[in-house]
């Protein structure tokens, strides 16, 4: 297993803990912001690296992300412009 949180999973098409971490994403951008529930999914988040032994994530096409205002994490963006 690549520990960079990079390389995907053999039984599943995501990459590891990449769930945990776009819940939390989306949630911190939400509106009203639901601190309690973001601190749940950050728990969460917390587990799956220290059960899967993450040492680090990075984000996919970092050039692109820094010519637009996209969000990439690990091989799944989300393109927001305006």
Do not use: H
């Not at 009203?32 to 950050?42: G, V």
């Amino acid at each position: 297993m690549d520990q960079s949180g990079v390389s995907q999973s053999k039984s599943q098409s995501e990459p590891v803990c990449g769930k945990e971490a776009l819940d939390l994403l989306n949630c911190v951008t939400q509106s009203p912001y639901d601190q309690d529930k973001c601190l749940r999914l950050l728990q969460s988040l917390r587990d799956c690296v220290l059960t899967k032994k993450v040492k680090k994530f990075s984000l996919a096409d970092q050039e692109q992300q820094e010519a637009n205002t996209t969000v990439c994490l690990v091989g799944r963006c989300n393109y927001a412009y305006g």
